[in-house]
């Protein structure tokens, strides 16, 4: 095993382990992050796999291919996070909306009761 290996797999699978265990997020989505470090270890351990699973794939090498799942990886964290950001800002101007007609009858039916 090279030295490499040993500092890429502890910095892939404790983020991977952090999020099982902290972030309360569907199973689903715990099982896919499990299965994204299960299989960036095991490249880790055999990087000639990837350069097979290039060739496969008619990728030229392994880092190419790599990189691609990357960026397309990166993309949709991207929209997720958006879609989650767009979704939060909803509800947070319908609570701001409700909360402000809330108080604004209040005060009119306290204006009214003022002889």
């Known amino acids: 095993m ?6 890429l797999i502890p910095a892939l699978l404790v983020p991977v382990l952090v999020y099982i265990r902290r972030f309360r997020t569907q199973l689903f989505d715990r099982l896919f992050v499990a299965f994204v ?33 990357s960026i397309i990886a990166l993309l949709f964290f991207c929209l997720s996070l958006w879609s989650k950001s767009r979704d939060l800002e909803a509800r947070l101007t319908a609570n701001v909306r409700a909360q402000a007609l809330s108080e604004g009858s209040q005060r009119a039916s306290h204006e009214e009761k003022k002889p």
């Open 2 to 7: 090279k030295r490499i290996q040993f500092i």
């Open 37 to 69: 470090g299960l299989v960036g270890s095991l490249f880790i351990l055999k990087p000639e796999w990837t350069t097979l699973l290039a060739e496969k794939f008619g990728v030229g090498r392994g880092t190419d291919l790599v990189m691609y799942l």
